[in-house]
T-cell receptor, first 113, second 110 residues
Framework: DQQVKQNSPSLSVQEGRISILNCDYTNSMFDYFLWYKKYPAEGPTFLISISSIKDKNEDGRFTVFLNKSAKHLSLHIVPSQPGDSAVYFCAASPSNSGYALNFGKGTSLLVTP | DAGVTQSPTHLIKTRGQQVTLRCSPKSGHDTVSWYQQALGQGPQFIFQYYEEEERQRGNFPDRFSGHQFPNYSSELNVNALLLGDSALYLC?????????FGPGTRLTVL
């Protein structure tokens, strides 16, 4: 049973525009949410996280928004750059104590020049 | 500072065989988690080791077992390999919070 869902397998955006990647979750026990980026032949790299006590977290060009009532989060990348082209995974955990991460299937982002 | 390292990079086995994958955590990290990533899927949690004990386990059969050594490095063992075990096996280390992933071991079962 997939508890974290990324319903868009792929997304194509022009360089300089905003990329919005979406994620939904079903488990109300999830308290901590993360986004990872993955290039081919590399392991996932941590991008940004958010705790359920917040609804927004920013880090440079990356912002994550959390809507707990809708069990929905999104990652905004502004402005998008060609180097952002990768697979993005949404992950969730019951706490931020390093316990098991539940991942979505990923969204492949392509940023075109 | 070396990040998380895994060996081997690639591995080919046949059905019924046994395999051992290895992971060295990032310096200062004492917790190691293992994930299986099948083609087109997100990583799935197998188990986590802390202080040489299995602390958490995902929904994987007993054919999957592990070990953590006093230096915090870890092994993942899979017995009686099935075709469906073909996947990228990822190791992640942490001390608290964020997990850092290695490049993975690509296992192919023929």
């Amino acid at each position: 049973d997939q508890q974290v869902k990324q319903n868009s397998p792929s997304l194509s955006v022009q360089e300089g525009r905003i990329s919005i990647l979406n994620c939904d979750y079903t488990n109300s026990m999830f308290d901590y949410f993360l986004w990872y980026k993955k290039y081919p032949a590399e392991g996932p790299t941590f991008l940004i996280s958010i705790s359920s006590i917040k609804d927004k977290n920013e880090d440079g060009r990356f912002t994550v928004f959390l809507n707990k009532s809708a069990k929905h989060l999104s990652l905004h990348i502004v402005p998008s750059q060609p180097g952002d082209s990768a697979v993005y995974f949404c992950a969730a955990s019951p706490s931020n104590s390093g316990y098991a991460l539940n991942f979505g299937k990923g969204t492949s982002l392509l940023v075109t020049p | 500072d070396a990040g998380v390292t895994q060996s081997p990079t690639h591995l080919i086995k046949t059905r019924g065989q046994q395999v051992t994958l290895r992971c060295s955590p990032k310096s200062g990290h004492d917790t190691v988690s293992w994930y299986q990533q099948a083609l087109g899927q997100g990583p799935q949690f197998i188990f986590q080791y802390y202080e040489e004990e299995e602390r958490q386990r995902g929904n994987f059969p007993d054919r999957f077992s592990g070990h953590q050594f006093p230096n915090y490095s870890s092994e993942l063992n899979v017995n009686a390999l099935l075709l469906g075990d073909s996947a990228l096996y990822l190791c992640a280390s942490s001390v608290f919070g964020e997990q850092f992933f290695g490049p993975g071991t690509r296992l192919t079962v023929l």
